[in-house]
């Protein structure tokens, strides 16, 4: 069993930056690969990023986020995180991050089976 809390959520103006957090318990974290996810209002969740197992050294992202987001993880502190930069209206969403286990990097929702409760991303214009 994994537990998983986000944080860094919050209200910014287009543009600015944010540095989403998911902390996790409960077993080895290195050995999930973990994703992040976002759900706006009246849309269904979407893909944003994911990380390999392990080292982290395979990564993915959904496009319209791709060369303004980062995903990384710490072994060591059992985190992940998610740089977001140039922040735009339409990324305001709830972020939720999920874990599986195994090393490959997943990109739907449903081939995670571990998920946090979610933290509000607000970008205004």
């Known amino acids: 069993q994994v537990q998983l809390v986000e944080s860094g959520g919050g209200l910014v103006q287009a543009g600015a930056s944010l540095r989403l957090s998911c902390a996790a318990s409960?077993?080895?974290?290195?050995?999930?690969?973990v994703g992040w996810f976002r759900q706006a209002p009246r849309k269904e969740r979407e893909f944003v990023a994911a990380i390999s197992g392990w080292s982290g050294s395979n990564t993915d992202y959904e496009d319209s986020v791709k060369g303004r987001f980062t995903i990384s993880r710490d072994n060591a502190k059992n985190t992940v995180a998610l740089q977001m930069n140039s922040l735009k209206p339409e990324d305001t969403a709830v972020y939720y991050c999920?874990?599986?286990?195994?090393?490959?990097?997943?990109?739907?929702?449903?081939?995670?089976?571990?998920w946090g409760q979610g933290t509000q991303v607000t970008v205004s214009s």
């Open positions: 409960g077993r080895t974290f290195s050995n999930y690969a």
């Open positions: 999920a874990a599986v286990s195994r090393w490959a990097i997943a990109t739907r929702s449903h081939d995670y089976n571990y």
